[in-house]
């Protein structure tokens, strides 16, 4: 019978109860109900009554509130009124001196006053076990109440409910894919087994934040050296992050935050943070570049020197920059004290920051450049910074062979270059003109050669340093009728000439032969013809 229910009609009620009481020799006490469920706060009716024979004594014993609704021969009834927890009235009856007891059993129901699921961590680490709380105060029968905890909508774990007030707790490993869910626990109170149904009652959702921030492999790209006024890229990379876009980076020279000037890209569980760094005075000397990634509750850190110097470039110098032939220039180059300094086409010295040496300028220095390289050492490398000076000599104008050749022959109709330049500084004005007739030769152009460019040219180049006159002769040689009969002639000529020349040598040869044999047979005879000498 449910709480609340009418009770039977009492007379047939008690008939009822006196046909089903067993018989016996003695008188007995009876309740009902014997066991009755009622939510709390609620009221419910109880029946004593007694098997005497004889008019019997009755009551109720109890600490709840009653009150007598109704009365009969050898039976009462009693209204029950705010029953807030269990409890057992006691019915007794006195018959014939004897006094008897029967105890009903009240269960009191209600809905627990909290359900509530603690706090969930700010982040949990993916792959490590998580304990969920459910925090539960009132609620009963506990006989008749469980705890289930749940993912989303999906049942974790089922646990009953023991103490009061009571903590219920459940172990869950956690993965990826539980970020983002809401996580939740549910009482359930289940009264079905006495018809009153099944009464739920949910804890507020708590979402969860999973992630995965790895232990190692956080690089950091940046220069180990940087110089005052300059700028270089740092880069911070990392990756196996998750959720990556959840990170945060924090970059740092000494104490000076560079987050600012942080660009973040993310590529799938990739991070990577750029920044520029710039060098500054204050900063001068070795300083600790920080890069620190932070993802949950958790931070990940590498470091790496950067040492911020100053160079300049060293001081390169030429007594005078310009100067006549035949001048000394004094080439001096020095850098800060702690480099050493070289300069091209001196013989190295004693390492140092400084080097000079004494130069007599020649023509040949005109255009010179000088060289000054300076060396130092910052942070274990080797940095180099690099001057030039050109120098420059006065001096007149000069023609030589290279320059102007003096005898220049062609064939006619070619296609010639003609080419005379001076040399001088400053650059001298060169003209080119034939003695005869006072034509110009076509320095420097491209055109066809003509047997009237043949003469002897006076080339002169002038200067503010001076003049130079250098004579050219060209030569066209050309072919035609006269060409050809001259040529002719000269070849007649000149073989005529080579027979003549052998005939005379002959014929000398031939008459000096006769006249020595002459003389020969001269003094062959003279020896004939001597008488004599007496004995």
């Not at 006196?18 to 066991?35: D, I, K, W």
């Not at 890209?265 to 005075?281: F, I, Q």
Request: aromatic letters at 6%.
């Amino acid at each position: 019978m449910a709480p609340g229910d009418a009770l039977p009609a009492l007379p047939a009620f008690l008939a009822l109860l006196g046909a089903l009481l067993p018989e016996s020799e003695g008188a007995q006490t009876s309740v009902f109900p014997a066991n009755a469920t009622l939510p709390r706060g609620g009221s419910v009716q109880v029946n004593c009554s007694s098997s005497c024979d004889h008019q019997a004594t009755l009551g109720l014993e109890t600490d709840l509130a009653k009150t007598e609704v109704a009365r009969g021969n050898n039976w009462k009834a009693y209204e029950l009124s705010n029953v807030h927890k269990d409890s057992k009235p006691l019915c007794f009856s006195t018959c014939r001196g004897e006094q008897t007891m029967a105890a009903a059993v009240l269960t009191v129901y209600w809905f627990p006053d909290q359900v509530e699921l603690a706090p969930l961590p700010s982040w949990q680490p993916i792959g490590e076990n998580l304990t969920l709380h459910c925090q539960v105060a009132g609620g009963a029968p506990r006989s008749h109440l469980t705890v289930v905890f749940l993912r989303g909508e999906e049942e974790l774990n089922r646990q009953p409910v023991v103490g009061e007030p009571a903590e219920v707790t459940a172990t869950v490993l956690v993965d990826r894919s539980d970020h983002g869910v809401n996580f939740s626990c549910r009482t359930e109170l289940d009264l079905r087994p006495i018809q009153l149904g099944l009464f739920e009652n949910t804890s507020a959702p708590q979402q969860l934040r999973t992630f995965v921030l790895p232990s190692t492999g956080l690089q950091l790209v940046t220069p180990r050296v940087l110089e005052m006024g300059t700028q270089d890229t740092v880069v911070c990379f990392l990756d196996g992050l998750f959720p990556v876009s959840e990170a945060q980076v924090h970059l740092a020279l000494g104490d000076r935050r560079l987050d600012p000037m942080s660009t973040i890209t993310y590529h799938g569980d990739s991070l990577s943070a750029e920044t520029v760094l710039e060098g500054k005075a204050e900063e001068e000397g070795s300083q600790q570049l920080t890069c620190a990634v932070m993802l949950g509750n958790q931070s990940l850190e590498t470091r790496q020197s950067v040492t911020i110097y100053s160079f300049p470039a060293p001081n390169l110098t030429l007594s005078e920059p310009e100067v006549s032939e035949g001048t000394e220039v004094m080439v001096e180059c020095q850098a800060r004290a702690e480099a050493v300094v070289t300069l091209s086409g001196v013989p190295a010295g004693p390492p140092g920051p400084r080097v000079q040496f004494l130069l007599n300028a020649s023509a040949e220095d005109n255009g010179r450049s000088f060289s000054c390289s300076a060396a130092l050492e910052v942070a274990g490398q080797v940095l180099q910074k690099n001057r030039t000076r050109e120098l420059r000599v006065l001096y007149g104008p000069w023609l030589d062979e290279r320059d102007c050749p003096r005898n220049w022959t062609w064939k006619e109709g070619s296609q010639q270059t003609l080419r005379c330049q001076a040399r001088g500084n400053p650059s001298p004005h060169l003209n080119c003109s034939r003695e005869k007739d006072g034509a110009l030769l076509p320095i420097g152009n491209l055109s066809c050669v003509t047997r009237n460019l043949s003469g002897t040219y006076i080339c002169r180049a002038i200067s503010s340093r001076g003049e130079l006159i250098r004579e050219v002769s060209v030569m066209v040689l050309y072919s035609d009728h006269q060409n050809i009969v001259a040529i002719v002639v000269v070849t007649i000529l000149a073989t005529l000439g080579a027979v003549g020349s052998a005939a005379y040598v002959y014929n000398r040869q031939r008459k000096i032969k006769k006249y020595k044999l002459q003389e020969a047979q001269k003094a062959t005879t003279m020896k004939l013809n001597t008488p004599a000498t007496p004995p």
